[in-house]
């Protein structure tokens, strides 16, 4: 069985975009080759992510989360066992009103929440809606 973890955090405000850009690359690469799926999502000096794996892997890395210095902060959403993945992948991304950001992500990570259980849909939703805030306007 998979497992889930969802949590928002909010940035250490010494990080530059630069350390925020080397997080999410290392972050979905690490992810990747792990075989985590999910999201890890930056906005406005937060950071929002989605993680599906198995569970003794999740639980290490959560624990290393919580203790990373480039964030505090950090309020989990879920943490539970999930009995299908809902991302395919791992992605990482910079919500912003600038060139990193590609509007057409915004649509697949929607997609991507409704096939997690409908008991947290509406949590993940309304944060993603959050960061996403500004940004389906344009």
């Known amino acids: 069985m998979r497992y889930a973890i969802s949590y928002v955090s909010s940035v250490n405000p010494n990080l530059t975009e630069n ?10 690469n690490w992810n990747n080759d792990n075989g985590i799926t999910g999201i890890l999502l930056y906005s406005d000096g937060n ?14 890395l959560l624990s290393r989360i919580v203790k990373d210095e480039r964030h505090y902060n950090v309020m989990i959403i879920f943490e539970k066992e999930v009995s299908q993945t809902a991302f395919d992948d791992y992605q990482s ?24 259980n409908p008991k947290i849909q509406s949590s993940v939703k309304y944060i993603l809606n959050n960061f996403a805030e500004g940004i389906k306007t344009l």
């Open 93 to 116: 991304d910079f919500i912003s009103l600038d060139s990193r950001f590609q509007f057409k992500n915004i649509e697949l990570y929607f997609s991507q929440i409704d096939k997690l």
């Open 47 to 60: 950071f929002f992510q989605v993680l599906e794996g198995e569970k003794e892997i999740l639980k290490s």
């Open 19 to 28: 350390d925020i850009q080397e997080v999410l690359n290392y972050t979905r």
